[in-house]
DNA sequence: AATGCCGGGTT
DNA sequence: AACCCGGCATT
């Protein structure tokens, strides 16, 4: 018995005849490919997303302008009125000349992080002045480098991790670059998250712009500081305590401040040790997890190599691995954001789960696949995706 | 070995 | 573009 006949009679058990049972669908001449095209074509939709699926690096295209975020962002009034006469006021009071040469448009930026420079890049008060200067040398360098680079980078996480309220910043992340198009749906997107939950912790989005994790805005949350040094993973209830840990730990340094040079701030971040601790319990003191909740969508995450000492890594310059393969496509497709100048810094930070590095080829889903499901006898029951050896479209990661 | 699917070839 | 498959990675 052929294959072909195998194929018939599963689809007949199957009972797919609504469409007049006096011709069968599948004729015993139908020669396979065209039987394969007849039954697919119910599904056919399924590889249109499939295809999109391949595009992903047509990202930069999208424009600073056209993101979701900072495009509607001037059109949609924000919430409270607090924060209305909040940005006004910001507006009128910066001496803020326009320039031709502004890559992101009038004032996308100013909607984000009102201010100067230095509004961008909150450094702790608590640091010593010799440690504050140089480190807003590096974070100054850093944050002109990423503004001569990627308004992907930046115009965009910009927008969906800051913390002013406004669109929420998960639906936003749902039209990032790598969520392919605007017709896309989220909920079949497997990179998207479908329920509003927040999208990345907040120290990981920082490590997209190398900075360490800035300093938080801390209402009534208690916070506290952990060591990212490789397997240490020390908490620490203030940052000076943290900064000296690391100094006298880590770096090998003398204990006094004064000799430092705020290299210790990319050792370690903070932790909101607020509701959502009391929910994670002890377990978000750990080490970051690998598993849970860091989406693989990190560029460059890639760590020093784990055999190699502790390097002492200037935060700025690190050439990051980045590989020079085409993006692979699905999940993790907004992997291929070529993090450049300061953005390569984000493969810095020394104690990063291993996982979070992006693998040329992405992990095998575990879910059932059609070849899983229906067996190889029913073959013409696969999506075409399957069917074609291509990545499934029907069972989705 | 089975499975999933990338990369590339053919129609 | 649709279709197919060699070959590789992963399980």
Same mark, same amino acid.
């Given at each position: 018995m052929?294959?072909?006949?195998?194929?018939?009679?599963g689809?007949?058990l199957?009972?797919?005849?609504?469409?007049?049972?006096?011709?069968p669908?599948?004729?015993p001449?139908?020669?396979l490919?065209? /039987?394969?095209?007849?039954l697919g @074509?119910t599904r056919?939709?399924?590889?249109?997303?499939?295809?999109r699926r391949?595009?992903?690096?047509r990202?930069?295209l999208?424009?600073?302008?056209?993101i979701?975020v900072a495009g509607?962002?001037?059109a949609?009034?924000p919430? @409270?009125?607090?924060?209305?006469?909040?940005?006004?006021d910001?507006?009128?009071a910066l001496? /803020?000349?326009p /320039?031709?040469?502004?890559?992101w448009g009038? @004032?996308?930026?100013?909607?984000?992080?009102?201010g100067?420079?230095?509004a961008h890049?909150?450094?702790?008060?608590?640091r010593?002045?010799?440690g504050r200067?140089?480190l807003?040398?590096?974070m100054?360098?850093a944050?002109?480098t990423?503004?001569?680079t990627?308004?992907?980078?930046?115009?965009?996480?910009a927008a969906?991790?800051s913390?002013?309220?406004?669109?929420?910043?998960w639906?936003?992340?749902? /039209?990032?670059p790598?969520?392919?198009g605007g017709?896309?749906?989220?909920a079949?997107?497997?990179s998207? !998250?479908?329920t !509003?939950s927040?999208p990345?912790p907040l120290?990981?989005?920082h490590f997209?712009?190398?900075?360490p994790a !800035?300093r938080?805005?801390?209402?009534s949350?208690?916070?506290?500081?952990?060591c990212l040094?490789?397997s240490?993973?020390k908490v620490l209830s203030?940052?000076?305590?943290?900064q000296? #840990?690391?100094?006298?730990v880590h770096?090998?340094?003398?204990?006094?401040?004064e000799?430092?040079?705020g290299?210790?701030?990319?050792?370690y971040?903070?932790?909101?040790?607020?509701?959502?601790?009391?929910?994670?319990?002890?377990?978000s003191?750990t080490?970051?997890?690998?598993?849970?909740?860091?989406?693989p969508?990190?560029?460059?995450l890639?760590?020093?190599?784990p055999s190699?000492p502790?390097?002492?890594?200037?935060?700025?310059g690190?050439?990051?691995?980045?590989h020079?393969?085409?993006?692979?496509? @699905?999940?993790?497709d #907004?992997v #291929?954001?070529e993090?450049q100048?300061p953005?390569?810094?984000?493969?810095?930070?020394p104690?990063l !789960?291993?996982?979070?590095?992006v693998n040329?080829?992405?992990?095998r889903?575990?879910?059932k696949k059609?070849?899983?499901?229906?067996?190889?006898e029913?073959?013409?029951l696969?999506?075409?995706?399957?069917r074609w050896?291509?990545a499934?479209?029907r069972?989705?990661?």
């Amino acid at each position: 018995m052929t294959d072909e006949a195998a194929f018939q009679a599963g689809a007949r058990l199957v009972g797919r005849g609504a469409g007049g049972g006096a011709q069968p669908e599948l004729g015993p001449t139908t020669p396979l490919s065209k /039987r394969g095209s007849d039954l697919g @074509g119910t599904r056919r939709a399924l590889s249109g997303p499939a295809s999109r699926r391949d595009e992903a690096p047509r990202l930069p295209l999208e424009g600073p302008g056209s993101i979701a975020v900072a495009g509607t962002r001037p059109a949609t009034p924000p919430q @409270g009125p607090a924060v209305n006469d909040g940005f006004s006021d910001l507006k009128l009071a910066l001496p /803020r000349t326009p /320039r031709a040469s502004d890559p992101w448009g009038a @004032g996308s930026w100013v909607g984000v992080a009102p201010g100067p420079q230095s509004a961008h890049i909150p450094v702790p008060t608590q640091r010593g002045p010799t440690g504050r200067e140089r480190l807003d040398e590096v974070m100054a360098a850093a944050a002109l480098t990423s503004l001569s680079t990627s308004p992907l980078l930046l115009g965009v996480p910009a927008a969906v991790f800051s913390s002013e309220p406004g669109p929420e910043p998960w639906q936003a992340l749902g /039209r990032l670059p790598g969520s392919y198009g605007g017709d896309w749906d989220l909920a079949s997107c497997p990179s998207t !998250p479908s329920t !509003p939950s927040p999208p990345l912790p907040l120290e990981a989005a920082h490590f997209l712009f190398g900075e360490p994790a !800035p300093r938080k805005r801390k209402n009534s949350a208690q916070v506290m500081f952990q060591c990212l040094w490789k397997s240490c993973g020390k908490v620490l209830s203030s940052a000076s305590g943290m900064q000296r #840990h690391i100094r006298v730990v880590h770096l090998g340094r003398q204990a006094e401040p004064e000799q430092s040079d705020g290299e210790e701030d990319f050792y370690y971040t903070e932790l909101d040790i607020g509701l959502d601790a009391l929910a994670d319990g002890l377990s978000s003191l750990t080490p970051v997890s690998p598993t849970a909740s860091v989406p693989p969508a990190f560029p460059c995450l890639e760590l020093p190599e784990p055999s190699a000492p502790p390097p002492l890594l200037s935060p700025v310059g690190q050439v990051c691995p980045i590989h020079s393969g085409r993006a692979y496509q @699905g999940r993790p497709d #907004h992997v #291929h954001l070529e993090p450049q100048g300061p953005a390569a810094s984000a493969c810095f930070p020394p104690a990063l !789960p291993s996982k979070l590095s992006v693998n040329p080829r992405k992990p095998r889903g575990d879910a059932k696949k059609c070849r899983k499901v229906y067996g190889t006898e029913r073959r013409e029951l696969w999506c075409v995706a399957c069917r074609w050896k291509k990545a499934c479209q029907r069972f989705l990661d």
